[in-house]
Every structure is written in C-alpha cells, then in structure tokens.
C-alpha cells in the first residue's frame, strides 16, 4: 500500500487559489485513473479534476465552497501499489494537467460578471410562454422565434422523459406539482420560471400551494453565486451609482422590425435587441465617456473606440455576461445571429472564456417582465450599464399634421442607464440617453449611411 497526495494543481496563467464548488468523492470512495475528483473554479473557469491513479480516498481538503492554495493538498488517495513513476514527484511539484490539458466548462469570469438583479429575458420568453390571445408568440424587448413542445405525451401515447435540474424536481416535488404538465419555456427543459408560470397560471383552477409551508433551508452560497455576490459587493462598493430613466415611444422602431421580418428570408427573426444595439452603437461615438472602463487603482479611464457589448444572460446557475465583439461593425441580422448564439453558448457552458470576458458596455433586459424602469449595478470596471424596460401602450397627444393635436395609442418603453459618477456627468448621461431616444423614435435613421 501506498498513498498518493493529489495537489491543486496549476490551472490558469496567474491563479494562486481555487474554490472547490463540487465534490465527485468522498472519504471511503473507490476511485479509478481518470475518474473526476472535483470541481474547482477559478476567477475565470470551472476545471474537471480527475485522479492520476486508482485506490481509494482516504483524505479530502475540505467542503464545497471552501478555498484552497495552487499545490496544496487536494485529494490523498492510497494505492494498492506503488505510485507509476510517470505520476511520481506530485506531491511536490505537483505535475498536473496544464491549463489547456483538462477540461474546463467556462462559468463566468470574474472581473466582468454583472447585475445579479437582471437577466437578459432578450432570448428567454416570457414565464407563460409569451402567448397572445391570437396564440402567437407576442412580441416584446425579449422575444426568440420558437418555443419547443411540452413535454406531455409522445405520438405513441407514451408520457415523454422530462428534464429538469434536481433542484426544480425538488421544487415540484414540495409543491406537489406534476413535472410533465408543466410547459418548458425554451429548449425541452423546465426552469425554476416555469414552476412559477405554472403556479401563476393555475391559480384559480383548482391548483394552489396555499397552506403548503415550505420548510426551511440553508443554502451555502459557493461557485458562479459567489462569484457574482462578491462582483456585486465589489461595485457598490467601489462605484458611486447614479441613474436615469427616460421614455421613448417606440412605435415606428416596432413597425420597422414588423416590416424587416415579414422580409427576411432566411435570417433570423429580429427582435427588439439588435435595433437597440445599432442605436446604441450609432450614438456612442458622440459620448466616448459611455463606452469606457476605469481602472480606479491606477487612476486610469480607458475610452474605447470599438464597442464590445456585454450582455446580461440568466442562466441556470447564475447570471452570465457574454460578449458581443465590435458589435458597431455588425449589421441587424448579424447581431440577431450573435446574440442567439452567445446566449446559447452562455446556458450550454459551451462559451469560451474570451466570450465572457472584455465587455466595454453592458446592456440588460428582462424583457416582458423589464417592469416601469431599473436601475442595474454596473458590470465593473466598466461605467455605464443600460437597461430597456417593457414595452407597453398607452394613448399620446400626437400632432394631426394641420397644427393641432389627436390622441393616438402608441408603444412606449423606457430606457434605463446607470453610471459610474466618478467618469460620467449626470448632463452626459441625460444627453446620451436623448440622442438615443432620437434613434429610437426615428428608426429610418439606423439604416441610415
């Protein structure tokens, strides 16, 4: 017998520390080479750790959530012979698979995580599936352009496999609700909003948790919820927030994007996030101050020519920011196909690092849900974060075209924008929020040279 002291090894260009966010062992397991060990995230990925050798665990460094030094002790592990000679001198050097040797499923990244308070809803429908009375999809700030089948009976009559986290069958299981009538938003998996869609739905059907007492729990805060707790807690901290609400009748831009997906072809349908990214790239040249990052140790403000968008995504693990590169350089459909593809990416845990990371503005919406107006924590370093809010109608004062005035029922939806007061006026925020809102409200001006 022999034992065989697994160290952290070095998973990242100037990591010094990781956290251990999942255990696939424990004390007592049997383990053979290669089977995983755990999970460990760093500032920017989460990392597979799998066992050089076979034997059982007999020590682990600690619990879920808990921090540990590159080359301390991770996992001790006795072997039923001596250690192979091409695994031997790990117990001081260490000789783990390098950072691009081992499998790594990107989480988020640290420096640019955002608002835990919103969610891009821009490719998420709504809770109850954005249904209008007509039975098509309503359209909205969040739309996407199909919504999967329920998971309810296959054409043979069989009941269809369900999928779902545990955490959401553990939900339905407390409140007593059946997992295949729920309907899935998107993709064939039902989310937490779904059980809520469906709670809401059926609340005066004859289904009601009333009287049903959840019991208490305790949940240890660890992995991408305490990556985005701490980025949350470091930007209130550190930035002086400020915010500003203004109301733009989006009339025109709507019957725009009517018009543009009644003739696209084969591109993808548009909802209302790729015109408001043109809009916001088209006016952002007037107001360098915007699109920046401020690096507050070195006393340094960084203006950005190219804007590198981030935006806010909800993913079943936390809030994401992936990034839309030079999103000033894309037309229409090709940030209809980016964002899709990114906000895909970003749920699947197939985004790469260099997607998640280097954002020079954020922009976050919750789509139908985006309420009366917001105001979003700054995705730090950056120094302005922009939120759209829900559109809704109400009947306006309109001119009549003869000198007086008409009431007309017209779409209305705020735009929301906080800054960092230490680099942004409130004067500059207001006026880059007005030329916006000229954009907005004149949409023939984006197609514009």
Known sequence: MARFTFNLPDIGEGIAEAEIVDWHVKVGDRVEEDDRLADMMTDKATVEMESPVAGKVVEVAGETGDTIAIGSMLVVIETEGEVPEDVQGAEDAAPAPKADEVEERIEVETSDASDADDAIAAEK????????????????????????????????????????????????????????????????????????????????????????????????????RKRIAQNMAESKRHIPHFSYVEECDVTELERLRADLNANRGSKPKLTMLPLLIAAICRTLPGFPMINARYDDEAGMVTRHGAVHLGMATQTDKGLMVPVIRDAQ?????????????????????????????????????????????????????????????????????????????????????????????RVVDGYDAASFVQALKKLLETPVLLLAD
Request: charged share 25%; with cysteine; proline share 7%.
């Open 125 to 224: 429908p709504s809770p109850l599936q954005g249904r209008g009375r007509s039975g098509e999809a309503a359209e909205g700030v969040g739309d996407v352009s199909g919504v999967p089948h329920s998971p309810a009976l296959s054409p043979e009559g069989e009941r269809e496999k369900v999928l779902a986290s545990p955490a959401v069958r553990a939900r339905a299981k407390d409140l007593g609700i059946d997992l295949a009538e729920v309907r899935p938003a998107e993709d064939g998996r039902i989310r937490h909003a779904d059980l809520d869609a469906f709670l809401s739905y059926n609340a005066g059907s004859g289904f009601s948790a009333a009287g049903r007492v959840r019991a208490d729990e305790q949940i240890k805060v660890i992995g991408l």
């Open 329 to 421: 350089a894309k037309n229409l459909w090709q940030l209809a196909r980016e964002i899709g593809r990114l906000a895909e990416a970003a749920r699947d845990g197939s985004a790469k690092s260099e997607e998640l990371s280097g954002s020079t503005l954020t922009l976050t919406s919750l789509g139908p849900l985006g309420g009366v107006a917001t105001t979003p924590v700054i995705n730090r370093p950056e120094v302005a974060i922009i939120g759209p809010n829900r559109i809704i109608e109400r009947p306006m004062f309109v001119p009549d075209g003869m000198g007086g005035e008409r009431i007309e029922k017209r779409k209305l939806m705020n735009v929301s924008i906080s800054c960092d007061h």
